[in-house]
């Protein structure tokens, strides 16, 4: 994959003077470092060789040179750790956002595919590791950079052929370094992908808890978790495994050239080329390199860890919504609700047979249409081509005469209401869920559309009225209670179109007659197209339209259609006799 550098380097715009000022105190305080070893050579030739009557005094000036520098790099690194971490952690705060915004914005198409524990791992763990790459990445690089050439250059002024053979030994290290890269990137990318699996395990059975135990299956629950978590173990022992090849591998090197300094320091101190001091300073810095080598596993792993993540959070920013606004998309100012199919072919992504096919029918403003056919047959599919959840494969779908896909995709969705039958409810008040509807509207427009809805009188038994926690997805209320605060959610929103999807098929017989009460209100005045099992809701249709595998077979009236003793008679003695 090509990396997208430029990409990468825009998030540090908002923070360049914050994080240069970062950069230069890590420089400041791996140059002071340096001055260590240096001074330590000065103090040992004094002693070795020098008079001592002023050693004890240049040694009291040397030790507050020390002291000084000590204060002067623990500020510096206070500085580095502290604003250092947290220009990392805004990045990654920044970028966290703009993933939850685009995310929202894709269509429904990529939902069905992608797992949500997945997508949940994308933007927490995974945007962790870039934010410390992020930081750490040119910080310890300089750092690093700084002592190397630093060690080099003062080294190959005291000894240069004992540095040449030191610094040998790099290129090899480079080379090793690189070959293991490559290993731990694999493995890296796929621990993320595992943990991901984790989190979509976790996601799906705790959402699912209620099923778990009505068939007390926690057993089979902790079963696929385990496997995950296995996976994860299994994946995650490969990673470390090729770590301590790259760990032991460069600290070999580092005893090696330990060994190299150690044999041929002392011999060329018997040669009178070198001396103590010397020996003694090339060890030190030696010393100094022991980190940055040690490092070097833990910093390509922090490199690799954070380029993952980037590239999988760019693999998400790339993906395109499918269903996006026109440039030039129009908002129209006032929707009648007339809603025609002209020629309407659909299917589901990576399916291959069509669900619909060469459909034609129109529903006039203001008209109540009940669609009725087998389960399967495509209806809530039809419905959700209306408000662009996903768009025709051939033909047009048009609101008021003008396709939809020219309509400006918010005020099209604006414009139509839908009541379906599993309603989710966000964990919040019973106000909060309601105002869903119509974020400005004021407390009395609420509670106005709660009564429309036959709600108020439920929520008013509730222990804090409109301001009880309904409980995640609406838990603490029963499903006729749910499906009414989510009616109220519609009556606020007022669209004049409105898509009922076998919204009482869940309730039994008691909350169904209230919810079809309010369901009625609603529909009042409003376009509606009913998608009902129920006789009771479909004999006061206008017009009843069956659908079936075969596209719209009949319409007409509940009394024209049973005349014709077609699909529709078969479809009600099949399935409505019992209920009347
Ligand atoms: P109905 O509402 O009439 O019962 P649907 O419109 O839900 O039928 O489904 C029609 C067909 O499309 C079914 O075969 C179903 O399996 C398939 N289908 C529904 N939703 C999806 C989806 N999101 N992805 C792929 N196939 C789907
Ligand atoms: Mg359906």
């Not at 190299?260 to 030696?286: E, K, M, Q």
């Not at 008021?400 to 414009?415: A, F």
């Amino acid at each position: 994959m090509h990396f997208p550098m430029k990409k990468f380097f825009s998030y540090y715009k908002p923070y360049k003077k914050l994080f240069v000022m970062v950069l230069t105190c890590g420089l400041i305080v791996s140059a002071t470092a340096l001055v260590f070893p240096l001074l330590v050579r000065y103090i040992t030739k004094d002693v070795l060789n020098g008079d001592l009557s002023t050693v004890l005094r240049e040694v009291y000036g040397v030790g507050a040179l020390m002291l000084g520098l000590v204060v002067i790099q623990n500020m510096g690194n206070y500085f580095v750790d502290y604003y250092g971490h947290q220009v990392g952690a805004r990045m990654e705060s920044d970028m966290r956002s703009e993933l939850f915004a685009h995310m929202q914005k894709l269509s429904f198409s990529f939902f069905d595919k992608e797992k949500t524990g997945r997508l949940m791992s994308r933007i927490t763990n995974d945007l962790l590791l870039l934010s410390e790459l992020y930081h750490h990445g040119p910080e310890d690089y300089i750092k690093y950079l700084v002592r190397f050439t630093g060690a080099f250059v003062i080294l190959y002024f005291i000894n240069a052929p004992l540095t040449i053979a030191v610094f040998c030994f790099l290129p090899f290290l480079g080379v090793f370094a690189l070959y293991f890269n490559k290993m731990l990137n694999k493995a890296l990318r796929r621990n993320k992908e595992r943990i991901g699996d984790v989190n979509a395990q976790v996601e799906d059975s705790l959402s699912g808890i209620r099923v778990v135990k009505s068939f007390a299956n926690e057993h089979v629950e902790i079963a696929k978790f385990n496997r995950e978590n296995n996976r994860f173990l299994d994946s995650r022992k490969k990673t470390y495994k090729a770590e301590a090849y790259f760990y032991n591998g460069a600290e070999a090197f580092l005893q090696l050239i330990t060994i190299t300094v150690i044999i041929f320091g002392s011999a060329s101190i018997v040669g009178n080329t070198l001396d103590l001091a010397d020996l003694i300073t090339f060890l030190l810095y030696i010393g100094f390199m022991i980190e940055p080598i040690q490092k070097l596993t833990h910093m390509s792993t922090q490199f690799q860890e954070g380029i993952t993540g980037f590239q999988r959070f760019m693999e998400i920013m790339n993906l395109k919504p499918d269903i996006e606004n026109k440039p030039n998309a129009m908002t129209p100012q006032k929707v009648n609700g007339e809603i025609e199919f002209k020629q309407v072919s659909f299917r589901y992504e990576d399916h291959l047979e069509n669900v619909l096919s060469n459909l034609s029918f129109r529903v006039q403003p203001g008209e109540y249409v009940a669609l009725v056919g087998p389960s399967g047959a495509g209806k809530t599919t039809l419905c959700s081509l209306i408000p662009r959840f996903y768009d025709a494969i051939a033909g047009e779908v048009l609101l008021d005469g003008i396709n939809v896909r020219d309509i400006d995709l918010q005020s099209l969705r604006n414009n139509i209401g839908v009541v379906q039958q599993d309603v989710y409810l966000f964990s919040g008040t019973a106000m909060e869920n309601i105002r869903y509807g119509n974020p400005a509207a004021s407390d009395d427009e609420v509670i106005a559309a709660a009564k429309h809805a036959n709600a108020h009188d439920f929520i008013m038994g509730l222990p804090m009225g409109y301001h009880s926690e309904i409980g995640q997805r609406g838990v603490k209320l029963s499903g006729g209670q749910k499906q009414r605060l989510s009616i109220a959610r519609v009556f606020l929103k007022n669209p004049p179109i409105l898509i009922l999807d076998e919204a009482t098929s869940a309730l039994d017989n008691e909350s169904e007659s209230i919810v079809k009460e309010s369901l009625e209100s609603l529909a009042k005045g409003r376009t509606t197209i009913v998608i009902a099992h129920r006789l009771s809701t479909i004999r006061n249709a206008q017009r009843i339209i069956v659908l079936t595998e075969d596209g719209i077979v009949e319409q007409g009236t509940h009394n024209a259609l049973l005349a014709r003793d077609g699909a529709y008679a078969y479809l009600y003695s099949k399935q409505f006799e019992l209920q009347v």
